[in-house]
């Protein structure tokens, strides 16, 4: 149950996926031929809106497209389920975001990002911002991602922290993590290459993945849920320590998974379940976005997402 309007925010990136499937990654200098060409909306935070609407919440996005024609085709997705898109800007002179994403046999993804509007910024947009943040209902839950400058995450995290709003971070890319930024956010979603990234544990094992959390809690995040490499995820706080297994489901793609996870942990917030549930909740929804291939394509909706959580349930 979500407080009356209260809204899931998506500020990060827009961008436009070109994507196609190779039996392995190129080696340097070579010329690989591969298959299955997708031209698709993609963007961390759009996916996060997509799939909150998917899920039967209301969904605002927040982000830059350039002027060019690509900007239409990545808010198509978005603008279909209706997505809120009257915070989305159009940057003059800057193209949209490219990512050129190759997906191997196994599922695994190899991302390269033309982050082009993505980080073109003024002052006046990054206010701008974090003024959506503060007009926010309240119940809302504000969910990001690094993929947009330093300083319109901080400063839309802090109006959140100001609102009373919780704040979601996909720390995604962990790179442009801002040490500051830790003790601003109440839930952390790394994946095992981010977790290492951020706090150089490598994430093999439950163990592991609970170790990381413990340092990313140390660091100030309330928090942590370290996703393991079999799709599962540990949640550390203060006082827990809890993994939650996968759905056991064929991978065929695991782009925008991620953003599946911190999405619908992003909804379960709103709604109020507690943090396991919400985490379990979180985890189905990642486990059933890499069942297709490409991102807001394979995202499932509330009635797919509930069938294979109750089917789990009733195999236990
Ligand atoms: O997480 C998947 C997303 O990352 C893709 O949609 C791509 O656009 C990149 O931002």
Do not use: F, K
């Given at each position: 149950m979500t407080a009356d309007d209260a809204i899931l925010l998506a500020l990060g990136s827009i961008n436009l996926d070109l994507q196609v499937r190779a039996e392995r990654w190129p080696g340097p200098g070579e010329t690989l031929q591969v298959h299955d060409l997708l031209r698709a909306g993609g963007g961390k935070a759009a996916n996060r809106a997509f799939l909150a609407r998917r899920l039967g919440v209301r969904a605002c996005l927040v982000g830059h497209v350039g002027d060019d024609d690509f900007a239409e085709e990545a808010l198509r997705g978005p603008r279909a389920v209706g997505?809120?898109?009257?915070?989305v800007t159009r940057v003059a002179g800057q193209a949209t975001a490219l990512a050129m994403i190759v997906v191997r046999a196994d599922g695994d993804k190899t991302i390269l990002l033309a982050a082009n509007a993505n980080d073109a910024w003024s002052e006046g947009d990054v206010g701008a911002a974090a003024q959506v943040v503060a007009a926010a209902p309240a119940g809302s839950v504000l969910t990001v991602d690094l993929e947009v400058p330093e300083a319109v995450v901080l400063a839309a995290v802090r109006a959140a922290r100001a609102r009373g709003l919780q704040v979601v971070l996909d720390?995604?890319?962990?790179?442009?993590?801002?040490?500051?930024l830790y003790p601003l956010i109440d839930v952390i979603t790394p994946n095992p290459e981010e977790a290492r990234a951020l706090v150089g544990v490598a994430v093999a094992s439950e163990r592991d993945a609970i170790r990381a959390g413990e340092q990313l809690c140390a660091r100030g995040v309330r928090v942590a849920c370290v996703k393991l490499p079999d799709g599962g995820a540990a949640l550390v706080s203060a006082d827990r320590r809890e993994v939650v297994a996968p759905l056991d489901v064929e991978v065929v793609d695991k782009t925008g998974a991620g953003d599946a996870f911190a999405g619908a942990l992003g909804v379960a917030l709103l709604e109020r379940q507690e943090l396991v549930q919400a985490v379990k909740f979180a985890v189905a929804a990642s486990s059933l976005a890499?069942?297709?291939?490409?991102s807001q394509a394979a995202y499932p909706d509330r009635g797919r997402l509930e069938r294979a959580r109750a089917g789990r349930e009733r195999r236990a």
């Open positions: 997505v809120e898109l009257s915070h720390p995604s890319p962990a790179g442009r993590m801002p040490d500051e890499v069942t297709g291939y490409g």
